[in-house]
């Protein structure tokens, strides 16, 4: 299947039925080899790319075209396919999600969409603002860089801000014996302290196991909801279902969850008299 497509045709796909989509993806799974099922699950799944591209496509430089990352999006997706087992009780949509920005993220951090052009006016202006650091003993400021190479303020703001290098937090840094991940080196001023991180630990771990004894649906709308950042809107188009009902089963997830810690805080205090 070609990687080019727009996503104003989404509207026109015909959507499968519930029913026909489950066997759609039976067909798949019994031939891995059947393009034609696989394709057909692709261009169903096409909106989980949308949704990606319209969350992560604010955060990146103006040269990186739409087009650019939605092909990036369909290689994620159908990695998500080929790879997707239903035996590890884990909804597709939040599978393909986690493929989709994943390949995104992965093919920017390997490539300069930068234009020669704008990367050699970027090294001028980094040029400039070296040497006025050096005259001045301080940081220059945008005006005085601007004066400097005489360009207006704006251009050399906007240039600048072009200079985005995503770097992935887990690369690795230094020799093979000594390498460390950037992520280790970024000091954490929120950092909790040792008898604080083990409470944290313990609410999370308490928490995830509250979530597994909810409904399939209920648990996915709050992993969609709370993880992902998902609008109930945006979770009713992504599971079939309207937005009102969505929004009946967050509640009644709330309420469960609520129940279940609540009797789990009972338990323990029971426990703690007892011994």
Avoid at 22 to 47: C, G
Avoid at 87 to 110: M, S, V, W
Avoid at 239 to 248: D, T
């Amino acid at each position: 299947m070609s990687q080019d497509f727009d996503f104003t045709s989404y509207n026109n796909i015909k959507r499968l039925s519930e029913e026909e989509l489950v066997a759609l993806w039976e067909k798949y799974l019994n031939d891995r080899t059947d393009k034609a099922s696989r394709d057909a699950l692709i261009v169903q799944y096409i909106y989980l790319i949308r949704y990606v591209v319209g969350r992560v496509k604010v955060t990146l430089p103006t040269t990186i075209s739409v087009e650019d990352i939605a092909g990036y999006g369909v290689e994620g997706l159908i990695n998500a396919i080929e790879r997707y087992s239903p035996q590890k009780n884990t909804r597709f949509e939040t599978y393909a999600l986690i493929r989709i920005r994943g390949a995104i993220l992965d093919r920017i951090r390997a490539q300069d969409f930068l234009p020669r052009s704008v990367r050699q006016k970027i090294k001028v202006l980094k040029e400039a603002q070296e040497y006025l650091k050096q005259q001045l003993g301080r940081m220059p400021t945008t005006q005085e860089i601007a004066n400097h190479v005489d360009m207006d303020p704006e251009k050399v703001n906007q240039l600048l801000s072009e200079d985005v290098i995503i770097t992935s937090l887990y690369e690795k840094k230094g020799s093979a014996e000594d390498s460390v991940e950037i992520i280790d080196t970024i000091q954490d001023t929120n950092k909790l302290n040792p008898q604080e991180e083990a409470e944290e630990k313990n609410v999370k771990q308490e928490l995830e196991r509250a979530l597994q004894r909810l409904p399939e649906r209920e648990r996915m709308i709050m992993v969609l909801y709370y993880q992902e950042n998902m609008t109930l809107k945006e979770i009713g188009e992504t599971i079939s279902m309207s937005e009102s009902r969505v929004c009946q089963l967050h509640a009644q997830g709330i309420m469960k969850l609520k129940n279940i810690l609540s009797e789990n805080r009972s338990t323990r205090m029971r426990q703690s008299i007892v011994a």
